[in-house]
């Protein structure tokens, strides 16, 4: 066996292993991301169901999105127009882009908002008769265990890759020691 032909193996797992780490990355990733659209999209019902109801939530917070970790709503009128809720920046309650708010005359709609750089909301839009309600939580936390989940598998995937590189080196040196004594092959 010549030695390229040795080597063709180890890189094709060298390969394999990259791309099931990659797999591991993403699917991790994805499932992190959906799951922060967990307390945005309840506290939307929630709200969403009290307005259906003829009522007003009670607004009992004031959330800072510039530094808050905690879930908050905002309630838009017709013309997309903050009337109320929890949700505020710069001092005022927080406006998202109007497509955002119609997209969810047809289904909830849940998309990741950045209003300003280094501030990324996950958050979901429901209709509620005329009005639309948006709740959101910061993806900070989210976002913190995806970088260190990243910073893990690269660390693993490194380990791996040494360890086949170093297999893959005493494989060919076996190999090459074997044809150097020209022993026959079994």
């Known amino acids: 066996m ?16 990259t791309a099931a780490f990659a797999a591991i990355f993403v699917t991790a990733q994805q499932i992190e991301r959906q799951g922060a659209d967990d307390a945005g999209t309840r506290l939307a019902a929630e709200v969403a169901a009290s307005l259906q109801g003829g ?22 009128d017709s013309s997309d127009r903050p009337r109320f809720g929890t949700g505020y920046l710069h001092g005022s309650l927080a406006t998202v882009p109007p497509g ?41 936390p989210s976002e913190a265990r ?30 090459s020691r074997r044809s150097a004594n020209h022993e026959p092959r079994r």
Not at 55 to 76: A, C, K, M, N, Q
Not at 116 to 132: K, Y
Request: charge should be neutral.
């Open 55 to 76: 009522g007003e939530p009670r607004v009992s917070t004031h959330e800072d999105l510039g530094s808050s970790l905690e879930p908050f709503y905002i309630v838009y």
């Open 2 to 17: 010549k030695t390229l032909d040795r080597l063709i193996v180890w890189m094709v797992g060298a390969f394999v292993l």
């Open 146 to 175: 995806t970088d260190r989940l990243m910073l893990l598998l690269a660390l693993g995937w490194f380990v791996c890759v040494i360890g086949l590189a170093a297999g893959a080196a005493v494989h060919l040196l076996l190999g």
């Open 100 to 140: 955002v708010l119609h997209a969810a005359a047809l289904a909830p709609n849940r998309v990741t908002w950045q209003p300003q750089p280094g501030l990324r909301f996950a958050t979901t839009s429901i209709r509620s008769g005329s009005e639309t309600v948006l709740a959101g939580q910061s993806l900070a």
